[in-house]
């Protein structure tokens, strides 16, 4: 048992850590104002972004920091409980503190689908934000193509990476 939580601490350590870098990316981009004509590299008007693409980019910011926020908490409560029955004043008596191993799986599933939806919709804000800088992507222009494809490709690739690990050590 001693082995298998130390193993889930350094999981919920990795995954906190990843959420902070993620987390930090999200404040980056909510301080940044979509609104300013002088922030962009379009000079088509006919390929300038709507309103709602404005509007959007800050829903997927606020989603994205939402989900980040809440797969840190559970990954920090768990690491907690974790903590205490591991701690040399724990007595089995003690039943609240006691893990539960179905619910410290959830709990750890929770987290990681907490992670997975806030990259979803990080790499979602990620494309308005393209969008915005370079041109819509109903426009045609090249270059916002460019960017965006290789997001389209490689965030639901290590998304599905990290998915299957994560089921893997669910099931475990």
């Known amino acids: 048992m001693a082995a298998g939580t130390s193993i889930q601490v350094t999981a919920l350590d990795g995954l906190v850590n990843v959420n902070s870098l993620f987390t930090f990316a999200v404040f980056v981009g909510l301080a940044w104002n979509p609104w300013d004509p ?19 980019l800050v829903v997927f910011h606020v989603c994205s920091f939402a989900c980040f926020l809440f797969s840190s908490l ?57 969008q915005i800088k370079l041109g819509t992507l109903a426009c045609g222009s090249t270059q916002s193509f460019a ?26």
Do not use: W
């Open 38 to 56: 002088n922030n962009t590299l379009n000079r088509d008007p006919r390929c300038a972004p709507g309103s709602s693409v404005k509007r959007d």
């Open 74 to 130: 559970v990954a920090l409560a768990l690491k907690q409980a974790i903590r205490i029955t591991r701690s040399p004043s724990y007595h089995p008596v003690e039943l609240l503190a006691r893990i539960n191993r179905n619910a410290l799986r959830i709990g750890m599933l929770a987290s990681g689908v907490g992670s997975v939806l806030g990259s979803v919709f990080l790499m979602l804000a990620l494309v308005n934000v393209v």
């Open 147 to 172: 960017a965006v494809v290789p997001l389209l490709i490689f965030v639901p690739l290590g998304l599905f990476v990290y998915i299957c690990i994560v089921l893997y050590a669910f099931t475990r």
